[in-house]
């Protein structure tokens, strides 16, 4: 059918004085155009169809449940609004917090962070006079704060606050000039240089186990902000400037920050205050609260019960 369909083209053409090599030529745009719309014009509509998210299945409501489901509960709730009508907040016991460091470790794990890069280092305060001395343990994400210095210091407006509270960096947009770091009076930003924890590993231990396999681990892609990011030399978010995003990759699709759901003195709450009934806008209306350096006017939003 094919050669027919060619033959008779062919004399059609003939006919009409059109050469062959029109002919052909008319042919290859023909196959080109289609190509392209193979895989430019396909890949678009199918970013602008969002598919539906399936939140977490969750059990029935039970008084002595978990605060775990209670905060997720809280949390697919807050998602069925819009988002400038929920207003991300976390809430951490320090009396509950034992030091154990499972949320550092579980956040560099989630977020795939290389040396030096962490977004939820664990202070210690020691109190009292010795001999009668107690330690607090102050674990300190990104304060998310609602007057946010590092966005008034960005000068190529990459890092702006999300109509839910959160601070949002974008990678493409920043040049890594650092002045967001040095406004930060927490120091929770931070700068990703690229480095790879095995780039010491000495001769000896890359003829034994493999410096290229050692690493692989270390390339695997991390989704902070919803987006795929590849861990290759000279590209985001190698070169940038990083921190605390409260898992927002995972509140989108109604799971709870990776620093909550490990903590295992159950001593860090998250979800929505501006639900009233809502765990975390109970706790967040106690008395026995403080924010780091309210004093600066930042406006936090990681609140501290003591």
């Known amino acids: ?26 042919i290859g745009i023909g196959v080109i155009s289609s190509l392209i719309s193979k895989y430019f014009i396909k890949p678009i509509q199918a970013q602008e169809k969002k598919s539906e998210i399936v939140l977490p299945e969750l059990p029935p409501p039970s008084d002595n449940e978990d605060v775990i489901i209670t905060m997720m509960r809280d949390l697919q709730k807050a998602l069925q609004k819009p988002m400038e009508e929920r207003h991300w907040v976390m809430v951490i016991d320090t009396r509950k917090c034992v030091g154990c460091h499972a ?13 030096g890069t962490v977004y939820r280092p664990v202070m210690e305060q020691e109190l009292g006079t010795y001999p009668n001395v107690s330690m607090r343990f102050i674990p300190r994400p990104c304060m998310q704060c609602s007057n946010a210095p590092c966005v008034g210091s960005c000068p190529v407006n990459a890092t702006w606050i999300r109509k839910d509270g959160i601070v949002e960096i974008d990678y493409e947009q920043c040049i890594g000039c650092r002045y967001c770091i040095s406004a930060c009076p927490y120091g929770a930003r931070v700068f990703d240089s690229g480095f790879y924890y095995t780039d010491s590993t ?30 290759t030399s000279h590209s ?5 400037a990083r921190k605390c ?57 990681v609140i501290y019960l003591i």
């Not at 008779?8 to 006919?15: L, R």
């Not at 001769?203 to 892609?221: M, T």
């Not at 009934?277 to 924010?291: E, P, R």
């Open 103 to 115: 949320c550092t470790i579980s956040c560099v794990v989630e977020n795939k962070l290389p040396p």
């Open 236 to 240: 985001s978010p190698i070169g940038n």
């Open 1 to 26: 059918m094919r050669n027919i369909t060619l033959e008779t083209k062919e004399k059609s053409d003939s006919s009409s004085g059109v050469s062959r090599k029109d002919t052909l030529k008319m």
């Open 245 to 301: 995003q409260f898992c927002l990759h995972r509140i989108e699709l109604g799971l709870l920050p990776m620093c909550v759901v490990t903590c295992i003195g159950r001593a860090t709450y998250f979800g929505d205050l501006k639900d009233p009934d809502s765990l975390i806008a109970k706790l967040a209306s106690k008395n026995n609260q403080i924010l780091l350096k309210e004093e600066l006017g930042t406006k936090p939003n």
């Open 202 to 231: 000495p001769k000896h231990q890359e003829f034994l186990y493999g410096k290229e396999n050692a690493s692989e681990y270390e390339k695997i892609p991390n989704y902070e902000y919803g987006i795929e990011w590849k861990r």
